[in-house]
Nanobody, 113 residues
Framework: QVKLVESGGGLVQAGGSLRLSCAAS????????MGWYRQAPGKQRELVATISSGGTTNYADSVKGRFDISRDYAKNTVFLQMNSLKPEDTAVYYC???????WGQGTQVTVSS
């Protein structure tokens, strides 16, 4: 059974940093593209970043240069390092097994101004 468990969210001041983690189980982690998405109140869920099995990354324009997605194959974990956070980054952040309906439960990130 596929399971994705996010952690690392919290409250941070603008300009601060957070690191999100997503631990995956029940999948062959090394061959799957993983993604981070976010959903702010009243808005649609949007793509933040993806990382392929080979380590190729892709970012939304709004986070380029500030966020960094990475993965640890030994720990079956994907990370999202978020720097220079802005109030508009406030959202629930979700991990997803790309091109599937497997999502984590989400972790709240709140950035205060």
């Amino acid at each position: 059974q596929v399971k994705l468990v996010e952690s690392g969210g919290g409250l941070v001041q603008a300009g601060g940093s957070l690191r999100l983690s997503c631990a995956a189980s029940g999948i062959i982690f090394s061959i799957n593209t993983m993604g981070w998405y976010r959903q702010a109140p009243g808005k649609q869920r949007e793509l933040v970043a993806t990382i392929s099995s080979g380590g190729t990354t892709n970012y939304a324009d709004s986070v380029k240069g500030r966020f960094d997605i990475s993965r640890d194959y030994a720990k079956n974990t994907v990370f999202l390092q978020m720097n220079s956070l802005k109030p508009e980054d406030t959202a629930v952040y979700y991990c997803r097994l790309a091109a599937t309906n497997f999502w984590g439960q989400g972790t709240q990130v709140t950035v205060s101004s």
